[in-house]
């Protein structure tokens, strides 16, 4: 168990629909990654937060955004929604109290569009 | 680019160690050598990491080369368990993302 908790773990969804996946990262850490995981692709790095704060952007669409609160939980929200952002959405968090750059995975919640 | 290059798959027999390499010729001063795994689609998992000196945990063993232009993931004792994608990353503690390449994927069999 690495500390990190995502939820849904499953969700079936439509085209053109939106929903909203939620990460609650380990205590005490203050960054909160996202990413993605398609069968044809690899670990995707979507986006960042550190402390409310975005930081730093990767491969993420406009149809996407994310936000961290106060409490430090995050959510990923995905809009109008398409066949192919089915995926594995994983969030991580930074543990900052120790050397180097690790982070720990959540399990993932698995988004099917149907 | 990678900074990173990995073989696409490896085999290993059970009990044997599972030595996985990983080339990073172009590795910075400040870069660190990170090692996840990813079991059939569960979170990735944090294996080890080190700078410059050979380092050790309960997982694995991480040994880097003096140039420090490649390193060898080392487990032990695999068990059918170790069945997963390797990734091993190069990256700045700078807080920033890992970008994950493609990694090896280890098949460890009785």
């Known amino acids: 168990d690495s500390g990190v908790t995502q939820t849904p773990k499953h969700l079936i969804t439509a085209t053109g629909q939106r929903v909203t996946l939620r990460c609650s990262p380990r205590?005490?850490?203050?960054?909160v990654y996202w990413y993605q995981q398609s069968l044809d692709q690899g670990l995707q790095f979507l986006i960042q937060y550190y402390n409310g704060e975005e930081r730093a952007k990767g491969n993420i669409l406009e149809r996407f955004s994310a936000q961290q609160f106060p409490d430090l939980h995050s959510e990923l929200n995905l809009s109008s929604l398409e066949l192919g952002d089915s995926a594995l959405y994983f969030c991580?968090?930074?543990?900052?109290?120790?050397?180097?750059?690790?982070?720990?995975f959540g399990e993932g919640s698995w988004l099917t569009v149907v | 680019d990678a900074k990173t290059t990995q073989p696409p798959s490896m085999d290993c027999a059970e009990g044997r160690a599972a030595n996985l390499p990983c080339n990073h010729s172009?590795?910075?001063?400040?870069?660190?050598v990170y090692w996840y795994r990813q079991i059939h689609s569960q979170g990735p998992q944090y294996i080890i990491h080190g700078l410059k000196n050979n380092e050790t945990n309960e997982m694995a063993s991480l040994i880097i080369t003096e140039d420090r232009k490649s390193s060898t993931l080392i487990l032990p004792h695999a068990t059918l368990r170790d069945t997963a994608v390797y990734y091993c990353?190069?990256?700045?503690?700078?807080?920033?993302?890992?970008?994950f390449g493609k990694g090896t994927s280890l098949l460890v069999t009785p």
């Open positions: 172009t590795i910075s001063g400040n870069e660190y």
């Open positions: 205590s005490g850490d203050l960054s």
């Open positions: 991580a968090s930074k543990d900052d109290r120790a050397s180097g750059n690790t982070i720990y």
């Open positions: 990353i190069v990256e700045r503690d700078s807080g920033y993302a890992l970008n």
